[in-house]
């Protein structure tokens, strides 16, 4: 268009026509040249993917591992010189924009400038090719290169990541560098070690997309300062002011369980405006949440008189290790809330127990007997599966007490023979989260109730079996059966979920889940529980009782934040109560 334009104007103005025909062919010249180049690189950088493909799939490249080598293409090709060596992918990774590698030197205590100075240093004394001899754009890759990618990709296997990333490149370089790179690390303290230590810091999932340098040091790219506690917790300040709000979330999750439909648990997936994937509710993504909630305030710049601190913790679904790690460093902020709930506010988590019986028992050695059982996979989880291993019955003789408990209970059972000639029993039932029992279907309790009705020989286990079908009756979900049902008018009723079991010929162990409203006390529940397991013979062990949570529902915390809900969604709100995690 420009040239086209200048050959217009030309052709109007007949006093300057030689000289604007002129610039408009000198113009037209200049964007030839300009395509040319163009085309040039174009036709080079394909041709360095063929040639990188020889040595590792470039499929299975991340954005930025592309990006670094064509760019080390380009400094080759600047510096006149034919092949891409290990200084210029050394130069392309610690200057790129943004880049994980010059980041994590920083973060060691490096200059990424001064590295780069006298890597640059080093390329000046490559040896360049000039002349008409010379293809100028046309590179090749240096047998030293050829060898560091191709171990950055054996790495990436190694490591179990999907994507041979920048982090595998420059380890490589590590092992790889000729004495000049090695010269650069010696002289700035830089070591394979030091550097996988930081490295470990921000990379903390496998390499599964071709962008995963976008989620490293994610809180810090947006201005928030980041503090690790021992990888019990991480957390990050709005500012540097005195503590004003803490917010609790947690990044651990349950296990994945079975009879995943739209993903791998694993592996998120958005699908129709919904996430599906273990974690997505609790609680990475409310963690998320927070994140951009206090990102939104601090990009929109309102200031805070006081500081806004994100804590995520590693280990809410096993006991809450991090946070008691964390608070033995820290002091809690005046005020404090956790996204891993419901709205609008929660301001009561109940109190409770988690307790564990024991006793030796023996099924008999002839006739119908137990052989095995073993259940559950976290004490906070209802089991959804149940397993036990039966000898000396027909397996005809079993079904049909199968089949009756299946009509009582709803849950399913398979039976297979072994290789012993005993049979396999599998109960399936549903999970559920222990605080909520009500929403699975315990497969424990289940299996249960089928072994207290087939007709064992008489023995200790036998009428252990009987004793536990009747203190954990299926569907039994609030403790009646252990003599513990209580609730209050402000945080409800009690629930309690049998959910580890096992047997393994000797010794019979259970453990159950109990969250327990205010009224709760040591000796209407823990006591209680345990004098009547001793009816049974079975010795109770625990930590004891553990307080509930409670703030005032008239508190002005609440009622902020009941305040906030309200003005967002225009709904009136009422605090309630939960089990808890």
């Known amino acids: 268009r420009e040239v086209t334009g200048a050959v217009s104007r030309a052709s109007s ?63 080759a090709i600047e510096n006149n010189n034919v092949q891409i060596c290990p200084e210029h992918l050394l130069y392309a990774l610690v200057d790129q924009e943004n880049g994980l590698i010059g980041q994590l030197f920083k973060k060691m205590g490096k200059s990424p400038d001064a590295i780069l100075s006298e890597t640059d240093t080093l390329i000046r004394k490559i040896p360049t090719v000039s002349g008409s001899g010379r293809e100028p754009d046309k590179v090749y890759v240096s047998p030293l290169t050829d060898k560091i990618l191709a171990a950055a990709e054996k790495l990436a296997a190694g490591m179990k990541d999907e994507y041979t990333s920048v982090e595998h490149i420059m380890l490589s370089i590590f092992d790889y560098a000729d004495e000049g790179i090695k010269g650069i690390f010696r002289a700035h303290g830089i070591t394979k070690e030091a550097f996988t230590a930081e490295l470990k810091k921000v990379k903390t999932a496998r390499v599964t997309s071709d962008n995963p340098e976008s989620s490293y040091d994610a809180l810090e790219k947006y201005g928030f300062a980041v503090t690790n506690y021992d990888n019990y917790a991480i957390a990050a300040d709005f500012n540097q002011e005195e503590k004003g709000l803490d917010i609790l979330a947690h990044l651990d999750v349950v296990p994945a369980g079975e ?232 945080s409800g009723e009690l629930t309690l979920s049998l959910d580890l079991m096992n047997y393994d010929g000797k010794t019979l162990t259970g453990s159950y889940d109990c969250r327990a409203p205010i009224c709760a006390t040591k000796e209407n529940l823990y006591d209680t529980a345990g004098q009547n397991m001793k009816k049974g013979g079975f010795s109770m062990e625990g930590s004891g009782m553990f307080p509930p949570h409670h703030v005032p529902a008239d508190s002005p915390f609440v009622q902020t934040l009941l305040q906030c809900y309200t003005d967002v969604t225009g709904k009136p709100g009422k605090p309630f109560a939960i089990g808890g995690g």
């Open 13 to 75: 103005t007949t006093s300057n026509a030689v000289s604007a025909r002129q610039a408009a062919i000198t113009s037209k010249a200049k964007y030839q040249n300009i395509c040319a180049k163009f085309l040039a690189r174009l036709a080079a950088a394909k041709d360095l993917k063929r040639r990188i493909n020889a040595i590792m799939n470039t499929n299975k490249l991340t954005q930025k591992a592309m990006e670094a080598i064509q760019s080390a293409q380009n400094i």
């Open 259 to 490: 009879g995943w439909q739209e993903t791998d648990p694993f592996t998120p997936l958005i699908k129709e405006g919904k996430m599906f994937g273990r974690g997505t509710a609790d609680d990475k993504g409310p963690a998320i949440a927070a994140i951009y909630a206090m990102r939104a305030v601090k990009e929109l710049g309102y200031p805070l008189k006081k500081n806004v601190r994100l804590v995520l913790g590693s280990d809410e679904e096993c006991g809450s290790s991090d946070l008691e790690y964390y608070y033995k460093k820290e002091v809690e902020a005046p005020c404090t809330f956790s996204p891993d709930a419901e709205f609008p506010v929660i301001n009561i988590e109940k109190g409770g127990m988690r307790g564990h019986f024991e006793k030796t028992s023996d099924a008999g050695a002839t006739g119908v007997r137990l052989v095995s059982l073993q259940a559950g996979t976290k004490l906070n989880v209802v089991p959804g599966k149940a397993y036990a291993e039966l000898a000396g019955m027909a397996k005809e003789d079993l079904k049909i007490c199968a089949d009756e408990t299946e009509q009582k209970t709803g849950v399913s059972f398979v039976l297979e023979d072994t290789e012993n000639g005993n049979i396999k029993i599998t109960a399936c039932g549903a999970f559920a989260h222990a605080s909520t029992p009500e929403m699975g279907n315990n497969a424990l309790t289940a299996l249960l109730q089928l072994l207290a009705s087939v007709p064992m020989e008489e023995s200790e286990l036998k009428n252990d079996i009987s004793f536990l079908a009747k203190v954990y009756p299926h569907g039994d979900g609030k403790g009646a059966g252990l003599g513990v049902a209580m609730s209050d008018e402000e």
